[in-house]
């Protein structure tokens, strides 16, 4: 098997009206799905979808506990603007000596990080 890339990523939900401002007009993401489904564009490859899992006949098993990585340029500038928009974070903005992170989450509980990685991968 070859995998080729990532389609997507879902997001657990149960109530999809909130998040979906949230990422849609809090984040800024461009939304290219409305409905049951709603769909927003992460960077050029992958998008993520808000999924209530009682959709597909699941149940909800709890928001994400993983940090879902979205890289930004800046991540003080985007860390600012969220902020000025009421997104709290969680401590202050780790330097790994590698790359910069800072830690959020959405309105459902699912964490977030905002990264970026300033120094070059390893060969």
């Not at 049951?36 to 998008?47: H, V």
């Not at 999924?51 to 928001?63: A, R, S, V, Y």
Request: aromatic share 8%.
């Amino acid at each position: 098997m070859i995998v080729e890339r990532t389609d997507f990523v879902s997001v657990p939900v149960t109530d999809l009206e909130r998040p979906t401002a949230f990422y849609r007009d809090t984040v800024g993401l461009a939304q290219i799905n409305e409905g049951t489904w709603p769909e927003f564009q992460l960077g050029e490859n992958i998008s993520l979808y808000l999924l209530d899992p009682t959709n597909i006949g699941q149940e909800f098993k709890g928001p994400r506990t993983s940090p879902l990585a979205l890289r930004v340029a800046d991540v003080a500038q985007a860390r600012r603007d969220l902020e000025e928009k009421g997104v709290v974070f969680e401590g202050d903005t780790p330097d790994s000596g590698v790359c910069h992170m800072a830690f959020f989450a959405d309105p459902g509980g699912n964490d977030l990080m905002l990264h970026n990685r300033y120094a070059p991968h390893a060969d």
